[in-house]
């Protein structure tokens, strides 16, 4: 997929992006470690930040935020790493913010050779990535056992036993369109619901890209390349990802926070972009004394 393919689907829309320039607007340098297609980061250059230093762990993201941001010119710079590896010598010093917005972006989700969803078919992928094992090498390789366990833990899904023995039955399993039927097969429809396979393929898309390992080793780091007065924000979209942030914040001794309960999307904003509805936003400061 070229970057001018992905130019023409309608644009990852930021989530909670007012918000985002409320808590980080204004600042010097503003860190920005999941950059996807640079809505948020546009959007802070917008309000007068001076820099934003933008990460995404996959390529075809940062082309596409490049091409996006072409016009802030020297005021963006670009770095592909996970942000578990950015540290202060990637970085260059300290920075006045930190951004994480969670998870997958729509386009992503919506390529079908990025093999994330369980709507479009294509090869059973889900790296965000170029490295490491794909979703076809878990649910083909792993004990039946371990596969029920990491259904279970990362989907949230009740019903794993059941899921793990329909896929263990039915490998090898090439492609999305394969997996999204074989767990419909074993649980049955819900017309009108959500999609049966959606829990399963959270599960096997955060098992993948190991998300909430990421997350847990990221964001002391994060905290640690704030100056005093530096802010971290964080939107999660589920309450795996939120439970980590909430004890993360909370337990470092380096931060205020600010936002005892996670701020949550307005209704207009949901009614115009679902995608954020499960969106959970909270903001710690970095104080003098740390
Ligand atoms: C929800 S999207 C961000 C959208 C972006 N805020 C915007 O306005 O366009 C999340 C992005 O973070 C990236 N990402 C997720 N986990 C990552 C990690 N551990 N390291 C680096 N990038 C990551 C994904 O590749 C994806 O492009």
Known sequence: MTVGEDLERPPHAPVMVDEVVRFLGERGVILDLTLGAGGHAAALLDAGVETVIGVDRDPAALELARERLRSFGDRVRYLRARF????????????????????????????????????????????????????????????????????????????????????????????????????????????????????????????????????????????????????VVVIAYHSLEDRIVKFGLREDERLLVLTKRPLRPTPDEVARNPRSRSAMFRVAERTEAA
């Not at 490295?131 to 090498?137: F, H, M, R």
């Not at 056992?145 to 039915?170: M, P």
């Open 84 to 231: 578990s590896e950015v540290d202060a010598e990637a970085v260059g010093g300290s920075v006045d913010g930190v951004l994480f917005d969670l998870g997958v972006s729509s386009m992503q989700l919506d390529q079908s050779h990025r093999g994330f969803g369980y709507r479009v078919d294509g090869p059973l992928d889900m790296r965000m990535g170029p490295d490491g094992p794909s979703a076809a090498d878990l649910v083909n390789d792993l004990p039946e056992d371990e596969l029920a366990d990491l259904i279970f833990e990362y989907g949230q899904e009740r019903r794993s036993r059941r899921i793990a023995g329909a896929i263990v039955r039915n490998r090898p399993i090439a492609t999305t369109d394969q997996l999204a039927r074989i767990v419909a097969g074993a649980l049955g429809r819900n017309p009108g619901g959500p999609h049966p396979a959606r829990r399963t393929f959270q599960a096997l898309r955060i098992a993948v890209n190991r998300e909430l390992e990421e997350l847990a080793a990221s964001l002391p780091q994060a905290v640690g390349l704030l100056g005093p007065g530096g802010r």
